[in-house]
């Protein structure tokens, strides 16, 4: 299986308008016009960095799309966290056989499951509790 390899950094933020505006002036760059993911209920913008990309990600529903009794996940942790650093991806060409490898070592992924991003890719979150508290994402990039 080939090494993972960074795909984003996210940045979860309560107006990604305004800062959005404030990191372009800081990077000198544009980030992507701001795209709403239903599937998520956020909204997301990216700057690209080279091979990998800083997202921007605001909340944009009261509840979470996946598990409605639950709180909108970005909102809920910028109410416990403030702004900041939310999660990392990683990339991968093969997700199923990436969460098979991973659940033999005892590292399974949120209840919510699989889900698509902004492009209909198919994404993943682990539990952190299994990631030293770290969220990671995995999204599978097939070409």
């Known amino acids: 299986m080939a090494a993972l390899k960074i795909a984003h950094i996210a940045v979860a933020v309560s107006d990604i308008a305004e800062t959005r505006s404030r990191l372009e002036?800081?990077?000198?760059?544009?980030?992507?016009?701001p795209q709403d993911v239903d599937t998520?209920?956020?909204?997301?913008?990216?700057?690209?960095?080279?091979?990998?990309e800083?997202?921007?990600?605001?909340?944009?529903?009261?509840?979470?799309?996946?598990?409605p009794l639950l709180p909108n996940p970005i909102r809920s942790f910028i109410a416990r966290h403030g702004q900041g650093l939310h999660h990392i991806c990683l990339r991968t060409g093969d997700l199923d056989g990436e969460l098979d490898r991973l659940s033999r070592d005892g590292i399974h992924p949120l209840p919510s499951g699989i889900?698509?991003?902004?492009?209909?890719?198919r994404v993943v979150f682990?539990?952190?509790?299994?990631?030293?508290?770290?969220?990671?994402?995995l999204v599978e990039d097939v070409p």
């Open 115 to 121: 889900s698509r991003n902004a492009e209909s890719q």
């Open 40 to 52: 998520q209920g956020v909204k997301s913008a990216f700057l690209n960095l080279g091979g990998a």
């Open 54 to 67: 800083i997202e921007l990600v605001e909340g944009t529903t009261e509840h979470s799309p996946t598990m």
């Open 126 to 137: 682990l539990d952190p509790q299994q990631t030293a508290n770290v969220l990671i994402e």
């Open 25 to 33: 002036k800081i990077f000198g760059t544009d980030f992507s016009s």
